[in-house]
């Protein structure tokens, strides 16, 4: 069982503070049912490679009764495939041979812990359960690029057909404990079993390491219920845990936050320029099949819903509860037959790439992006640009210069609780320039609401346009 971790960072070697594992030195650990080594061999400025290699001891399986029974082959306990693929053993061995990064924490270099970083996991040996479309289906919402080889039953006699198994390379770039988190639960929900006893604390287990990902994550019914062993109650239990906390965490920012920023742009009758502006791009471009990420309690889609010239609208949030709410504001259920064919609400990230947004010919963000880490902007970017690529991307955002207009702003603070960053006009030109130039875009900045002579609008709006 072998997992290989290499980065291109510079200096690659600092892969070796990250995993708490000298690159010159060869670290052998007892686990329950036999050994996990890490070596390095390879470990240069340019490029670093680590490696667990698991060593199962099948006859110490087989007396712990680890393996998974079979009634058909008496001999399963002792041959069966648990040394050689990876599964919830390589989980184990993560937690407990990197248990520091997978926890994120680097004492002596705290701040690359919190860094994406170029990264590629291989596997030399994953089952998948559900075949290459499974694999899939997990992996690349998250942003990796998956390459997966197939490999036959047996080499010699190709008439058998293709096995389970799978070499699997993911690259991409992201924090190594998001990597190690992904690989933590994700392996195990491939090979669709696990080698103990799963109970109640395993609910916790996986909502810890599920931390910041698996809310969203398009298959997180497939991963609870994979994860916990198909059992229907610490399934249900795992999916309104998951539910409730991202709800909640939303609905406490809204309340924070929320006020603060209609009460200063309310003043100007900014939400409503925004609308308009959007509006007006849309239909200076013929757009007819739209996309509102990131819609909240449904404004833009009210005003698009109210246009005949839009046959096709999509709402999309992250939040369960702004959804409801939209729908409730929209009397969505009371609305005629041919208006209800013509919305569809969603909840889904801007994070993760989601087949049911791809091939639309314009996508809005209204004052989303900021609400978005610094850190996950690439994965947004690759996501929006790369993978659903609408002909069209309409985006406005703060203007950070404007803020200071408003005396009830104290310098340094940013509109909404919730965001993560606000940009000036330079800084957000730069962003617009560079990601329209390398997903093969061209970018219009303009201005919405009163423009300043010096500090600019409140916002600034970009239009990507293939």
């Known amino acids: 069982m072998l997992l290989t971790i290499t980065t291109t960072h510079v200096p690659a070697t600092d892969l070796g503070y990250l995993l708490h594992k000298h690159p010159a030195r060869l670290q052998t650990f007892d686990l329950s049912c036999g050994q996990a080594h890490v070596f390095y061999p390879k470990a240069g400025p340019e490029r670093c490679t680590a490696v667990l290699l698991l060593d199962i001891d099948p006859l110490q399986l087989a007396q712990k009764r680890h393996a998974p029974a079979s009634h058909d082959f008496l001999l399963q306990p002792h041959v069966n495939d648990r040394p050689y693929v990876a599964s919830s053993f390589l989980s184990v061995a993560i937690g407990e041979v990197f248990g520091t990064a997978l926890s994120g924490r680097c004492q002596a270099r705290p701040a690359l812990a919190?860094?994406?970083?170029?990264?590629?996991?291989?596997?030399?040996?994953?089952?998948?359960?559900?075949?290459?479309?499974?694999?899939?289906?997990?992996?690349?919402?998250?942003?990796?690029?998956v390459t997966a080889e197939r490999h036959p039953l047996d080499a010699r006699a190709p008439a058998w057909g293709d096995s389970e198994y799978y070499t699997v390379t993911l690259t991409g770039t992201l924090r190594l404990y998001d990597l190690l988190s992904h690989l933590y639960v994700l392996v195990p929900v491939l090979d669709d079993e696990k080698h103990y006893w799963v109970g109640e604390d395993e609910v916790a287990k996986l909502l810890r390491h599920g931390d910041g990902w698996l809310s969203l994550h398009p298959e997180r019914e497939l991963i609870a219920r994979r994860y916990l062993k198909h059992q229907r109650a610490l399934t249900d239990a795992a999916l309104a845990q998951l539910a409730d906390e991202d709800d909640a965490n939303r609905d406490t920012t809204a309340a924070q936050g929320g006020e603060a920023k209609d009460g200063l742009e309310a003043s100007i009758g900014l939400q409503h320029q925004r609308l308009e502006a959007v509006m007006a791009a849309l239909h200076d471009r013929g757009i007819s099949r739209v996309l509102d990420l990131g819609c909240g309690d449904g404004a833009l889609v009210r005003m698009l819903l109210h246009d005949p010239r839009f046959s096709d609208i999509v709402g999309m949030d992250v939040s369960r509860r702004h959804l409801d709410r939209a729908a409730d504001r929209l009397h969505l259920e009371d609305l005629p037959t041919r208006q209800r064919q013509r919305l569809t609400l969603i909840q889904g990230s801007l994070l993760y790439r989601d087949a049911r947004l791809v091939g639309y010919e314009a996508a809005v963000l209204i004052e989303v992006i900021e609400h978005i880490e610094p850190t996950r902007l690439g994965m947004f970017e690759q996501v929006l640009f790369g993978y659903t690529r609408p002909g069209t991307v309409i985006l406005t955002t703060p203007n950070r210069e404007y803020n200071m207009i408003w005396p009830a702003l104290a310098a340094g603070r940013f509109r909404h609780r919730d965001h993560r960053f606000e940009?000036?006009?330079?800084?957000?030109?730069?962003?617009?320039?560079?990601?329209a130039g390398q997903y093969g875009y061209r970018v219009d900045c303009t201005v919405v609401g009163p423009e300043d002579p010096v500090i600019g609008p409140p916002t600034q709006m970009g239009i990507f346009i293939q």
């Open 114 to 145: 919190a860094r994406p970083l170029p990264l590629e996991a291989r596997l030399a040996v994953l089952p998948c359960s559900g075949a290459e479309v499974v694999l899939r289906r997990l992996f690349e919402p998250l942003g990796y690029h």
């Open 423 to 435: 940009w000036t006009r330079a800084e957000f030109q730069q962003w617009a320039t560079r990601v």
